[in-house]
T-cell receptor
Framework: DQQVKQNSPSLSVQEGRISILNCDYT??????FLWYKKYPAEGPTFLIS?????DKNEDGRFTVFLNKSAKHLSLHIVPSQPGDSAVYFC???????????FGQGTRLTINP | GAVVSQHPSWVICKSGTSVKIECRSL??????MFWYRQFPKQSLMLMAT?????????EQGVEKDKFLINHASLTLSTLTVTSAHPEDSSFYIC????????????FGQGTRLTVV
């Protein structure tokens, strides 16, 4: 049972444009959400996170939006750069728990 | 940021042999480490949670006798794949946390295991 879902396995965006990566979750008990970026043969690196009490968090070119009623979050990258090409994972965490539940990942390709 | 080192980055072994993967936190003490497995084009699946000085907690469906986890110190956890088979070929990644409820888990570089 996939509790965190990234339904788009891949996304291609022109350099300079906005990249929007989506993530849906099924368990309303998740109270913290994170986005990770992963290059091939490397471990994921943390990008940005959001608490369930917020609906938006911004850090430079990266903004995460959370819609609790829809159980949906999205990561916006603007402007997109070639170095942003990677696999992006969203992850969720239960209150009081340490482990992360990951989505399947979305491969983002930024075209020059 | 914190550094987690995983070794080896890749390994090829014969069926029936055992392989040990190390995960070290280099600049902080990790009371809890996590081991994940990733199949191609799939999500990172948590295998087990390991706490220093105690037995690991395995996720449902993960064979604890096959995937031996030892967390002997606050900076080192090891995963041993025993009697490896080709279906164990995968990308294994560890992560480490300080013991507080942190917002970022620090991941190792991962280990690509190929069993032939």
């Amino acid at each position: 049972d996939q509790q965190v879902k990234q339904n788009s396995p891949s996304l291609s965006v022109q350099e300079g444009r906005i990249s929007i990566l989506n993530c849906d979750y099924t368990n309303s008990m998740f109270d913290y959400f994170l986005w990770y970026k992963k290059y091939p043969a490397e471990g994921p690196t943390f990008l940005i996170s959001i608490s369930s009490i917020k609906d938006k968090n911004e850090d430079g070119r990266f903004t995460v939006f959370l819609n609790k009623s829809a159980k949906h979050l999205s990561l916006h990258i603007v402007p997109s750069q070639p170095g942003d090409s990677a696999v992006y994972f969203c992850a969720a965490q239960f209150q009081g728990a340490q482990k992360l539940v990951f989505g399947q990942g979305t491969r983002l390709t930024i075209n020059p | 940021g914190a550094v987690v080192s995983q070794h080896p980055s890749w390994v090829i072994c014969k069926s029936g042999t055992s392989v040990k993967i190390e995960c070290r936190s280099l600049d902080f003490q990790a009371t809890t480490m996590f081991w994940y497995r990733q199949f191609p084009k799939q999500s990172l699946m948590l295998m087990a949670t390991s706490n220093e000085g105690s037995k690991a907690t395995y996720e449902q469906g993960v064979e604890k006798d096959k995937f031996l986890i030892n967390h002997a110190s606050l900076t080192l956890s090891t995963l041993t794949v025993t009697s490896a088979h080709p279906e164990d070929s995968s990308f294994y990644i560890c992560s480490a946390e300080t013991g507080e409820r942190v917002t970022e888990a620090f991941f190792g570089q991962g280990t690509r295991l190929t069993v032939v």
